[in-house]
């Protein structure tokens, strides 16, 4: 079985800076391609960053030069370094990684979201 459990959402202002960290956990192999996701109410979810275990990233366009996306492989955790946030930043954020259990099981998991508000 295995589980990504996040950590660091919260209440920040604008202009203010937040980190996410997702730990995958359990009966894994390997972890291959991870990512933040996000999904404000009322909107479809979206690709926020992504990056491969060699550490190839991917941003969405309006988050390019403000958040940085990172990995530690060893721990099979992914973080997600958020600055100069804006209220637009506001959403429900999602880990996502795609992993290959020692069953030889490969898929995406998700974790349970952690709410990022950005309001004065």
């Known amino acids: 079985q295995v589980s990504l459990v996040e950590s660091g959402g919260g209440l920040v202002q604008p202009g203010g800076s937040l980190r996410l960290s997702c730990a995958a956990s359990?009966?894994?192999?390997?972890?291959?391609?991870m990512g933040w996701y996000r999904q404000a109410p009322g909107d479809q979810r979206e690709m926020v960053a992504t990056?491969?275990?060699?550490?190839?990233?991917n941003y969405e366009g309006s988050v390019k030069s403000r958040f940085t996306i990172s990995r530690d492989n060893a721990k099979n955790t992914v973080y997600l370094q958020m600055n100069s946030l804006k209220p637009e930043d506001t959403a429900v954020y999602y880990c996502?990684?795609?992993?290959?259990?020692?069953?030889?099981?490969?898929?995406?998991?998700w974790g349970q979201g952690t709410q990022v508000t950005v309001s004065s």
């Open positions: 996502n990684a795609y992993i290959l259990d020692r069953r030889g099981t490969a898929g995406p998991y």
């Open positions: 990056i491969t275990r060699a550490g190839s990233t």
């Open positions: 359990g009966n894994i192999f390997s972890v291959n391609r």
